[in-house]
């Protein structure tokens, strides 16, 4: 959804949960991935959650829905909360 560079116009706290989200897949991917003797990922590893496995789903399902620029649609609940001046 983020798109590259494709995040203006975001309200910061869904801009901070999306970025949250996607660190928490790919962290778990790498976690999840066996490391070569170099500590390297082992890009072979098809066990799920794996790196190769992510980049397996994302390419499979790019091919079924390619991506479109567009803004997430907004959470109406926390919609005060997006500019998170709560935190100031």
């Known amino acids: 959804m983020l798109g590259i560079r494709g995040e203006r116009n975001v309200g910061k706290l869904t801009l ?4 949250l989200a996607h660190t928490q897949v790919v962290g778990e991917a790498c976690e999840a991935t066996r490391r070569l003797r170099d500590d390297t990922p082992d890009f072979t ?19 079924q829905q390619p991506l479109t620029r567009r803004m997430p649609e907004l959470n109406p609940a926390l919609a005060p909360f997006e500019d998170l001046t709560f935190l100031e």
């Not at 901070?16 to 970025?19: A, V, Y």
């Open 45 to 63: 590893d098809e066990s799920p959650r794996t790196v190769r496995m992510l980049h397996a789903q994302i390419i499979r399902s790019l091919e």
């Open 16 to 19: 901070f949960r999306l970025r």
